[in-house]
């Protein structure tokens, strides 16, 4: 969670953005989802997120609203997520720029 694309690092984000979630539930009730980068991926790159990052705290604000998790999924960790959680699990980098990789996934959906 300490690294947001353009390098932003932060060794506790938990104030900074606990508080901006908390204000936009607040303010825009009406927000439809919430979709979150997960800490193992900065940028274009996946990384090894440390064992004190994490998003639960976003998770446990937003909670009762459509929470959308995102980055470094594959289909198989995708769906364990979602069967985990009963959050949405976003997919891009590498189905959007794979069109059999879309083919692949979704004939497996349908099984």
């Given amino acids: 969670m300490g690294v947001i694309d353009g ?3 932060n060794e506790d984000p ?3 953005f606990g508080y901006t979630v908390k204000e936009l539930r607040k303010r825009h009730p009406e927000l439809a989802f919430m979709e979150v980068l997960e800490p193992r ?10 064992e004190s ?5 976003l998770r446990e604000i937003w909670r009762g609203k459509p929470y959308i998790a995102n980055g470094g999924y594959n289909r198989e960790s995708a769906i364990e ?3 985990k959680s009963g959050e949405l699990v976003s997919l891009a980098r590498w189905y959007t720029s794979n069109v059999c990789g879309i083919s692949d996934f979704c ?3 349908m099984t």
């Fill in 7 to 9: 390098g932003y690092a």
């Fill in 14 to 16: 938990r104030p900074t």
């Fill in 41 to 50: 991926v900065a940028g274009g790159h996946e990384r090894t997120a440390k």
């Fill in 53 to 57: 990052e994490s998003n639960d705290f």
């Fill in 81 to 83: 997520q979602a069967e």
């Fill in 107 to 109: 004939s497996h959906l």
